[in-house]
């Protein structure tokens, strides 16, 4: 078996096992049936809790419109812009690509400078050329967006104390505008800007709300589109969010903090082997260099690495919470 041969044999491998996931990974049918239960009491109900839900959800779904896209949906060269637009970072769409490029041309030499395999060098060249720039920007969006959720308490409660002072929604949307550094005052920025070109508020948040994608912003749309709907004291409203918000967060530090040490575990035990394999390595090349040979041998490694990532993504779902 040529080297060809066992990288097409692993891709194909990598693919049956994706495909597995993403057959047992749909819809769950209690959950569906749940639902549909849940609709129709809500549709047939006479409690009056059931009814305020039931208009929540009616508010919320209006927000939307019919041919409603969600940001990112289309190509996959959209869904990247968006990803870099929600870094905070001044990349372009080209930059990246031809970074990811430099990246997978670098290593791809690097290697075959030193082991001479032409075939595997150049599929680690592709695999760290398109995986070190994600894994990067995935950094720095979760950086951007943790910014954004400590932040955005305090700009909610700004928003209170502007309405309870008696300014319009829109004059404490300014406000915060300028008066909250960070992701916060950059996005709230381009809400009002968006305003000031003819644009609805609720239409402007939508768009805000689509391009991040966070939840918290999401509860805060909800919640002024269900006062504007139902009335009522708007600013007692957000200050409640505001509550619920910093409760949230700090639920969140909890569950980080109760699974650091399973977290730091898988860590260990998923990077210890790349770690040993490095190391003998340096200290003696000729030992492991079959792998690089061995047609055996490379089959036994990529198989080895494949049952590694399984149990790595499954020690990440283990020590995943999602609240």
């Known amino acids: 078996m040529n080297p060809l041969q066992l990288i097409l ?12 996931y993403l057959a047992f990974s749909g819809p769950s049918p209690s959950k569906e049936g749940a639902r549909r239960l849940k609709a129709v009491r809500f549709r047939h109900s006479q409690s009056t809790n059931d009814r305020v839900e039931a208009q929540m959800r009616k508010a919320v779904a209006a927000r939307r419109p019919k041919m409603h896209r969600i940001a990112g949906s289309g190509s996959q060269l959209e869904a990247l812009d968006l990803r870099l637009m929600r870094s905070g970072l001044s990349w372009t769409l080209s930059q990246y690509l031809y970074g990811s490029l430099g990246i997978a041309v670098t290593v791809t030499l690097l290697l075959y400078l030193k082991t001479g ?3 595997l060098a150049l599929g680690i060249g592709l695999f760290a050329g398109a995986g070190i720039p994600h894994v990067v920007l995935n950094m720095m969006i979760n950086k951007r967006t943790n910014n954004f959720i400590t932040k955005f308490p305090d700009a909610i409660e700004l928003l209170v104390r502007g309405l309870r002072s008696g300014l319009p929604v829109t004059e404490t949307l300014t406000v915060v505008a300028k008066e909250v550094p960070g992701p916060v005052g950059q996005e709230f920025k381009l809400i009002t800007e968006r305003i000031k070109i003819g644009k609805t508020m609720e239409d402007a948040l939508q768009e805000t709300a689509d391009r991040l994608s ?4 999401n509860f805060f749309c909800i919640t002024l589109a269900i006062q504007r709907e139902t009335g009522g004291n708007l ?8 509550d619920v918000l910093r409760k949230r967060a700090q639920m969140k530090l909890k569950i980080r903090a109760m699974s650091s040490e399973s977290k730091a575990s898988a860590y260990i035990v998923g990077a210890l082997p790349f770690l040993v394999f490095g190391m003998i390595w340096m200290v003696n090349p000729s ?6 040979i061995d047609e055996r041998l490379m089959v036994a490694g990529m198989g080895g690495a494949v049952w590694m990532g399984i149990g790595a993504f499954i020690m990440a779902k283990m020590v995943s919470f999602e609240i």
């Open 287 to 292: 030992y492991v260099g079959e792998f690089f």
């Open 117 to 119: 395999a032409a075939l």
């Open 9 to 20: 044999f692993a891709g194909g491998l990598m693919g049956v096992m994706v495909l597995v």
């Open 214 to 217: 966070i939840p918290e912003f």
């Open 235 to 242: 600013a007692e409203t957000l200050a409640n969010l505001a």
